[in-house]
C-alpha cells in the first residue's frame, strides 16, 4: 500500500508493490456521498438559531446523496441559492454546542475539484506515469468521506432528531454497490479471458472478498506470506481502500446511536460527545498506525484499525464546520492553499522509500482536513478558484468509477497483449478507463442515486445493494468454475524418479570446471564447488528442454505447484524473531545436522529431510523469510520497507541455539542479495566462522538458478509451448556480483560448496519441467517435489564432503 512504475508483475506486500503497477499492492480511497456544509452568514442574512426543520433529509430528491449540477454549483460568481433563511426547506446542519448553526452550502465544489485531485493522483501513481507518491489520493478520499459521511449523520439527526440505520446503509448500498458490482462483473470476464487459469481461483476469491468489503483482510495477510509475495497483482487490489471505509462505517453509525443514548436527551443536540469519541479514536488509530507501519507494514497499510484515524479526522472537521464557517476569509483561504500544497508534496516527495502509512501520512491528511476546513468559509481567494475549475468539477463527478475502473484495465491490458505497457499504452489505458467511468456515472451510478423509489424505501435500497453484491459473488464462483487448467497431452516418457533411480548411489563426485553452468569468466571460489554428475539426470533434462506440449501427468500438479513448499512447519515468517525447535530425518539419530538461512535454504528441506532419513541423521531446521544467513547490519527487507529487526533478533538466537546443539554438520543456503555488494564477504565470512566455532563441518548449497517470471502461471499460460517457459542461464543471475561475493566469503570462512546448477539445467538452459516435475512453484523457489527427488545427488555430495 511506496510507490512505483512499471507494469503488473508479481505481488507482494511490498509498499512499492502496494502502491504502484508494477507490483501487487495497489490502493486509492473512494466513497464520497454529496452534503450539505456550512458558510458564514452574510450582513443581510442573520444567523438562524433553534432547532432545525424536521425534514427528511436523505429521502428528498435534493437529498445529500444526489449530486449538485454545475448549474447549482455556489462560489465567488454565483451566489449560494440554496440555503439560509430564505429557503426553509432546507435543513440547517450541525447544531452547534450552544445551539446556533451557520448558512449552508447545499453543494461543495472544492470538495468536488478535490476529489479529481485526489484520483488523478492515484491514477497517475499505479500507472507509473509520474508521482510515485500518488498513493496519498487514497488518504484525501479517506478524509473527505469522513467529513461527508458524519456531516451526513449529524444533520439528519438535527432535522430528525435521530438517525435512521435503515436509511443510511440503503443510501451507502445505493451510492457504492451498483457501479462497483459492474465493475467486478467486468473484471471476471475479463479475468477469464486473460488471466492465467492457474490465478482464476484466487482472482475470483478476491472479486467475492470486494464485493462484500473485506479484500483488506486479505491483502494483509498475503503480505505477509513472504513465500507466496511473488504472485501476479490482483485486478481487485484497490478495492480495499472501499473495504476499509465499509467497514468504518458499518461501526460509526452505531456509535453516535450509542453516544446520543448514553448522554441523554439533554445532552443529545451536542456534539461535545461526539467529538471526544473522534479524538480518542484519531489517536488511538493513530498511534496503532505509527506502532504497527515499521513492525507489519502490510497491516498497518490495509487495515481499517490503522486508517480509522483519517476518516475520523474528517468527521471532526464536519463536527466544526458551522465555526469554520466564521473564520475570516483571509485565514480560511491561507489554510486551503497550505492543505493542497501539503497534499501535492507528499504526492511528490513519497515515494517506494517511504515507509507508509505511518505518521508520514499526516502531511497528505491533515492537508486534506486543512482544504475541507478553510473551505467551510467560502473564501473568494482561497483553493476553490482552482478546485471549481469546470475540468476539476467534470473529473471529481466521475472520480469513483474513475477508480474502479483504472486498476483493472492497467491490469488485465498487458495480460491481453502479452507485452508489458509502454508510456503510450499506459495512457491509453487511462484514457480506456476515464471513457468506462463515464460511461458508468451516466448509465449506472448516477441513475440508480437518484431514483426516487430507492429514497423513499430503504428496504428497496438494501435489497438492492445486497442483491448486486450477491450478483458479484455468484458470478465471480461461475468464473471460477468455468475457467478449467489444461490437462496437458500424453505422460511424459521418462519421469523423474525412474532417473533418479538409475543413478541412486554414491556416483561421482567431481569438481565443476570453469566453463562449466556458471560461465566462462565465473569467479574462481564458484569453481571450487563440488557436485554429483548423473548421466541420466543430464540426459532428461536435456530431452525435457524439446517439450512441445505439457505433459500430462505433472508432479506436482499445476494447481498444486504454487504450494507445494510447506513441508516445513518450523518455517518462521518475517513478523516473527522466535525461532521454532523441530526435529526432522531420523529423531534418534547419532548425527545432527542443522538446516539454516533464507526461503533458498528452506528450498532444501524436502531434500535435507530425505538424506537425513536415509543416513540416520537428526536434522533440525532454522529458516526464515527473507532473513539471509550472512550477518548484514541495517539490512532492509523490501517486504516490510525498513531495517529487519526481526532478522537480526531470529539469527542470534538461532547461533546460540546452534553453539547448544553442537551439531555436526551446518548446511546453509541463501538468495544472493545485493546486500552482498554493500558489506562485502564478510558478512558470509562472519557467520560461517562462528558455526564452525561450535564443532561442526559447514556447506553451502550455492543459489539456484532464478527464472525471473512465475513458472507454473507460465505453463499453465502456454501449455502446446512449453519452451516459452524455458530459462536462459545466461539471465538467471548466475553471472551476478552478489551471488559471487557470498561465495567467497563461505569459502573464506571454512565453508564447503555445493554446486547445485547441473541438477537443474544444461550449460546453456534450464527446463521448466524435468521429465514429469515441475521445477519451480513461483520465480526463484524449487518445488518440494522437485527438492525431494534431488536428495539422492545432494546427499552423496553432503556425505563427501561431511564425512
Known sequence: MAAGGGTPTAPGPRASDQRSLGTTFAYPGLLYPRVTDARPPTPAAPVDTGPAPAVPVADTPDSPDQPAGPDRTAGPDRPDRTAGPDRPDRPDGLDTADGSAGRLRKFRPDIEGLRAVAVVLVVLGHSGLALPGGFVGVDVFFVISGFLITRQLITERSARGRISLAGFYARRARRIVPAATVVIVATMLG????VSPLRIHSTGVDAALSAVSAINMRLAQAGTDYLRAEGPPSPFQHFWSLAVEEQFYAVWPLLLVVTAAL????????????????????AASLTLSAVLTPRSAPWAYFGSHT?????????????????LGRLRPALSAQLTWLGLAGILVAACVFGEDTLYPGLVAVLPVAGSALVIAGGCAAPRRGAELLLRRRPCQLVGRVSYSWYLWHWPV???????????????????????????????????ENPIRRRPVLARRPALGLGLGLASSGVAVVVALLVVQAAALPTGGPTATTSLAAAVGASVGPGPVSAVSPDGPAGPGADPAVTGAVTVRSAALTRLIEQS???GDLPGGLRPSLEQAPNDYRSNRCYTSITSGTPTDCVYGDPRGRRTVVLFGDSHANQWFNAMNEVSRRNGWRLVPYTKGGCPPADYPNFVLETLKRVYTECNTWRADVLGRIRALSPDLVVIGSEARTEAMRVGPG????????LRSTGAKVVLIEDTPY??????????????????????VAGAKLTEPQRAIEIRGAAAGGAMLVDPVPWLCTKNECPPIIGDTIVYYDKSHITGTYSTALASYLGPALVRLAG
Open 191 to 194: 479475468a477469464w479471458r486473460w
Open 263 to 282: 448522554v441523554g436527551p439533554a445532552r443529545r443536540r451536542s456534539t461535545g460527545p461526539v467529538a471526544v469519541l473522534l479524538l480518542v479514536v484519531v
Open 307 to 323: 486508517r480509522a484515524w483519517e476518516l475520523a479526522l474528517g468527521a471532526l472537521v464536519a463536527l466544526g464546520a458551522p465555526r
Open 410 to 444: 492497467l491490469v488485465l491490458w498487458p495480460l491481453a497483449s502479452g507485452e508489458p505497457l509502454r508510456t503510450g499504452e499506459k495512457i491509453a489505458a487511462i484514457a480506456l478507463s476515464l471513457v468506462l467511468a463515464v460511461l458508468t456515472y451516466h448509465l449506472v
Open 545 to 547: 528442454l524439446d517439450l
Open 683 to 690: 558478512g558470509m565470512t562472519k557467520v560461517v566462522r562462528d
Open 707 to 728: 527464472p525471473g517470471f512465475d513458472v507454473p502461471d507460465c505453463l499453465a499460460r502456454n501449455p502446446t509451448n512449453v519452451r516459452r517457459c524455458i530459462v536462459r
